[in-house]
């Protein structure tokens, strides 16, 4: 069975203080909004293959609750065993979130670790032209890790591709 390195997901997300949970927007059958909750989503993940990172194009991925431990969907992910989660705590325009994307992909594929990939990307949001020099940005992209070396991706090159 062939299990992705990384799958990244690009959509819409929202968490909810009073229930304490996060959720993003998959589609049905019917090819309607489909509120997917935080638990689920990473049952559906763990049923699947884990991947080694997730990373959530999404509003409020990273948002926790201040009561619940493991609350969101970030955490509910590192819970169930993905080793590393990247995750947006506030929303970004589509340009910071490509600017993001480039950066992290190439030094994940670079062989880089995670957590210095993600605060590389950090830092090519807050000064790249297309995000402008916002170091505001340099705090919305959250990292939650479940790996002690953070090389979730150093064997990427030695990976067969999948085949059909």
């Known amino acids: 069975k062939w299990q992705p390195h990384l799958i990244p997901f690009l959509g819409h997300g929202e968490f909810n203080d009073q229930t304490a949970a996060g959720q993003i927007a998959l589609l049905d059958s019917a090819g309607a909004a489909w509120w997917c909750p935080d638990s689920t989503f990473a049952q559906i993940l763990e049923r699947s293959g884990l991947p080694r990172v997730v990373v959530l194009h999404a509003c409020q991925g990273a948002n926790v609750s201040e009561r619940v431990r493991f609350s969101g969907m970030a955490p509910q992910l590192v819970s169930h065993g993905v080793q590393a989660v990247v995750a ?33 990307a950090r830092w090519r949001i807050t000064s790249v032209g297309g995000s402008g020099d916002n170091a505001r940005l340099l705090g919305v992209p959250v990292l939650y890790l479940h790996s002690q070396d953070a090389l979730v991706m150093s064997d990427l090159e030695h990976s067969p591709a999948p085949t059909a």
Do not use: C, K, W
């Open 88 to 120: 947006m705590h506030h929303a970004v325009t589509n340009r910071t979130a490509i600017d993001f994307s480039l950066a992290l992909y190439d030094s994940l594929f670079a062989g880089r670790p995670v957590d210095e990939a993600v605060q590389e």
